[in-house]
């Protein structure tokens, strides 16, 4: 076990190499440049010329990418253009944000998911099955972004039930020690606070877990299906084992394997669907913020934000590979 | 069997426990809807947080939104206009040689933490301003000043400064030294990074203090530009949250009439489409920019409304008179009269826009009702084509932007369309051209080497028809020679301060413009604002200096 999370570890280093080329050479593609977003579209060829040597701009791109690799190594991910704070600052700030989203996302996903999987493996071919499975498709087919903006005008605009907008009500006066909006309130015992955070976040998490929680469900339905027919849990039933610790001791537990890898592959999944999400609903996480640099042009974000949200899928990817070695005897005593 | 009904059952169970949880939550938002609306608290839906709230380093609309209710300026616009009237300075005059001007301050101000406001914070702020070195003098950083003031005491552009001194006079008089007499000097002060800012509380918070990051980014390390901003203004600020939301106070010591409203909110939105779904769900109150397609749901709304902004901006179509046959008059003349401006604006803007005829929008001085017209006329323009000796159809190179879009040309590619059909039928051949706006489009056309005809517009800096003129000054992209007399024409009316002399010539160089036709301009638009019906008072300025002093929420 020990030598396949050392071994998964060393991979992170070519994964994260080959990421920051890909971003560097991305950002590098785009139309303009840093130096015109600095000054703005009428600066002079002049000045132009001067912000681009300054920055090292006119240097080959192979000096170019070490001296942002050098910079990045240092932990210095550079400046926002536009808001004139280091990434790092703005990272700390939205970065609670989109995990409180994708955490609240990913729990919807789950608690929905893997029991309406359960559910219509059970009734495999019944018309539950088929209503599971047309439920699934529209998940999964339905744009993250057209379903934000359906469930907002629903619920938001015309019975106006849920905000439609941001983390908190701008006329609750709260502390935010931490970030994580509803953690605060419960840790300053602002329960309005935590109520109203909770709030914010229906909406937003149930839009970005549309596809997740079609994938979970018809994944967990699929290995339900492999696993109830399995020698084992054949076995178990003729033992004359009560059906429900069939279920949870031998049929559950086996097909929650490939569920398990499955939810930890959403994670890359839920950070992509933050960027439309919190769009749709101004919600102030990593996504709007790399939204805003996109139409800003504002390249220290791009590549430090872009970086940061592809080294958290790569770590989560890592986490989720091991806690797999961790559920799998199989792959934990390879390596012996 | 009996297992598998009851794993069936147990299922169910879990199923229904799911469904339930998720009304119950849904239930427990009912209570949610909107927010509790307090009457003296209005909530503002911006774009974006400021970059910053130190007046003088700012340049983008967001930050000079929040900081015009900060702080004041010694000549302000009076609402709703550009006239200039007096606000921190009482009266001014300038020396016969228009190098001097001497202000009269207002007694009795004082910034919001309580130091005085007089002559000697005044010359405090020019002379900060002024004496910027390093990563302040970027022009990203300092923008106005650079555009209005030229250069700095020091540095590469220190021969081009048109600040030269500042001196005391008691407390109640500042006499500002320029280096040459400069016109556009009183419409630039009301610009909001010339404000008058505490000089304590600019040296107590570091208010200069940062560096230039490797990317070129100024990095303030004091908190003035973030937590202390200090002005004499109506409103001081209470807190900041970036991303989520920054909240004014009224200013106990402002010294004029107190605000109706206790409390300012504006929360960023990025999203469009969000900020119209917060204003009608009553998360906001009112925003900024509203697209054109969404401005009949809002008038069809019983709860909202639209407020128009004057036109600050122009569209026109630049012509390239080095290329030839654009170097002959009866060819731009007869471009003029090729392009089908009433159809455009009509068919493209919403109700929006309306026919412009002169390189700056009617708010600002200097715009001559009486300049020549070019109504649409294609036999017109072919006979002028033919009687300069061309053979129809004459060719022409018309270049448009692509991956643009401004409140002046909200899509391109179709102003470009519709004006191509119309030269088309007025005896021109056009030939298409499109480039990415930024840099290849912007680079090729203000450099002189893109088509013979551009599309192009521009917004305006400052009130004064010099932020709007100046750019026929400034670049090659109409192809004037150095000789032509627009040149001098523009330079003589830069010098002279009286404004009435300044605006009568501005008048005259509007008529030559139109005849010489270096371009020709074709549409002014009106940006929208939206509110509740509720919000009363608001007056929008031209140039983005709203103010929020006499706003307030109707019974």
């Known amino acids: 076990m020990l030598r396949y999370a050392v071994r998964r570890l060393l991979l992170l280093v070519p994964i994260l190499l080959g990421l920051s080329i890909l971003i560097f050479a991305w950002i590098h593609a785009l139309p303009g440049s840093p130096a015109e977003s600095l000054l703005g579209e009428r600066a002079s060829p002049e ?11 006119d240097k080959p791109i192979y000096v170019q990418y070490w001296r942002y690799v050098e910079t990045v190594g240092g932990g210095d991910l ?55 499975l047309v439920v699934s498709l529209i998940g999964v087919s339905i744009p993250i972004f057209f379903l934000a903006l359906i469930l907002k005008y629903i619920f938001s605009v015309r019975l106006g039930w849920l905000p439609s907008v941001g983390r908190q009500d701008v006329l609750i006066s709260a502390k935010h020690p931490t970030n994580f909006y509803v953690l605060d309130g419960i840790v300053t015992g602002n329960w309005d606070a935590a109520w109203d955070a909770v709030k914010h976040l229906i909406l937003p998490a149930v839009a970005l877990a549309s596809i997740p929680l079609a994938i979970i469900a018809r994944i967990t339905r699929a290995s339900v299906l492999d696993v109830q027919n399995e020698d084992y849990v054949r076995t178990a039933r003729a033992k004359g084992l ?37 769009t749709v609903f101004a919600f102030p996480g990593l996504g709007t913020w790399i939204q805003a640099a996109i139409e800003n042009r504002d390249y220290p974000v791009l590549q430090g934000g872009i970086l940061f949200v592809g080294i958290i899928v790569v770590l989560v990817n890592l986490v989720v590979d091991l806690s797999y070695g961790l559920l799998n005897p199989r792959i934990r005593l390879a390596g012996r | 069997m009996a297992g598998k009904v009851h794993n069936l059952r147990h299922s169910a169970k879990l199923v229904a426990a799911l469904v339930v949880l998720a009304l119950v939550t849904g239930t427990a938002a009912l209570a949610a809807g909107g927010h509790s609306q307090a009457s003296d608290t209005l909530v503002f839906g911006a774009s974006a947080d400021p970059v910053s709230l130190d007046g003088s380093l700012i340049n983008d609309g967001e930050s000079i939104r929040v900081v015009k209710q900060i702080v004041q300026t010694l000549v302000a616009q009076a609402p709703g206009t550009t006239n200039l009237i007096p606000q921190l300075a009482t009266k001014w005059k300038n020396s016969p040689n228009g190098k001097v001007w001497t202000f009269t301050l207002r007694h009795g101000v004082s910034f919001s933490d309580g130091t005085p406001f007089n002559a000697k914070a005044v010359c405090y702020n020019f002379d900060r301003w002024y004496n910027y070195t390093g990563a302040l003098q970027n022009s990203s950083v300092s923008y106005y000043y650079n555009l209005v003031f030229g250069g700095f005491k020091t540095g590469a552009t220190a021969k081009n400064a048109v600040y030269r001194s500042c001196r005391a006079i008691g407390s109640g008089t500042a006499i500002i030294t320029l280096t040459k007499p400069f016109g556009p000097f009183l419409g630039a002060l009301t610009l909001i990074p010339f404000a008058i800012q505490s000089p304590t509380a600019l040296l107590r918070y570091g208010a200069n203090k940062g560096t230039l990051s490797k990317d070129g980014v100024f990095v303030p390390s004091g908190t003035y530009g973030t937590q202390h901003p200090t002005g004499t203004g109506p409103y001081k600020l209470e807190s900041w949250t970036v991303g989520d939301k920054l909240t004014l106070v009224r200013n106990d010591k402002y010294w004029g009439k107190k605000p109706f409203l206790r409390r300012l909110i504006f929360r960023p939105i990025a999203d469009n489409a969000a900020r119209l779904q917060a204003l009608q769900t009553g998360e906001i109150d009112g925003y900024d920019n509203v697209e054109p397609q969404d401005i009949a749901t809002i008038q069809k709304s019983s709860g909202l409304k639209i407020v128009n902004r004057p036109s600050f901006n122009v569209g026109y179509v630049t012509i390239n008179q080095s290329m030839k046959p654009f170097d002959n008059i009866k060819v731009r003349q007869a471009v003029a009269y090729g392009l089908d401006r009433a159809s455009v604006v009509n068919a493209f803007y919403a109700g929006r826009g309306s026919v412009a005829s002169q390189f700056e929008p009617p708010s600002v001085a200097g715009w001559n009702p009486n300049v020549t017209k070019y109504p649409y006329d294609p036999n017109k323009a072919k006979q002028l084509l033919q009687s300069a000796g061309l053979t129809l159809p004459v ?132 940006p929208a604002l939206a509110f509740k019906k509720t919000v009363v008072g608001f007056k929008p300025s031209p140039t983005l200096n709203d103010n929020f002093e006499l706003v307030r929420f109707s019974k």
């Open chain 1, 47 to 57: 000045s132009i010329a001067q912000i681009r040597s300054q920055l090292g701009l």
């Open chain 1, 78 to 132: 550079g400046t926002s253009i536009a808001t004139r704070r280091p990434v790092t600052d703005e990272i700390k700030q939205r970065f609670p944000a989109t995990v409180e989203l994708t955490l609240a996302a990913g729990f919807f996903a789950v608690l929905i998911g893997i029991p309406l999987g359960f559910f219509t493996a059970k009734r495999n071919g019944s018309i539950w099955d088929q209503g599971g």
């Open chain 1, 242 to 278: 009560p059906p429900r610790t069939v279920d949870r001791r031998h049929v559950m537990r086996n097909a929650m394997l490939p569920v398990t890898t499955i939810i930890g592959l959403q994670v890359g999944l839920l950070l992509s669907g933050a960027i439309l999400t919190e």
């Open chain 2, 395 to 526: 060719p022409v190179e018309f270049w448009y932007p692509t991956n643009v879009s401004r409140p002046y040309m909200p899509d391109p590619p179709r102003n470009f369309q519709a004006f191509a059909a119309s030269l088309e039928k007025s005896g021109f051949k056009v030939t298409a051209k499109s480039a990415p706006w930024r840099p290849d489009y912007l680079g090729a056309v203000i450099g002189g080497t893109g088509g013979a005809l551009n599309l192009l517009g521009q917004t305006g800096d400052y009130a004064d028809p010099e932020s709007f003129l100046g750019i026929l000054r400034s670049n090659q992209q109409f192809g004037l020679p150095a000789s032509n007399p627009l040149y001098t024409k523009l330079n003589a009316a830069l010098s002279v301060t009286n404004l009435e002399k300044r605006a009568a010539m501005y008048k005259s160089i509007n008529q030559y413009i139109a005849q010489t036709l270096p371009g020709v301009p074709y549409v002014n638009t009106k």
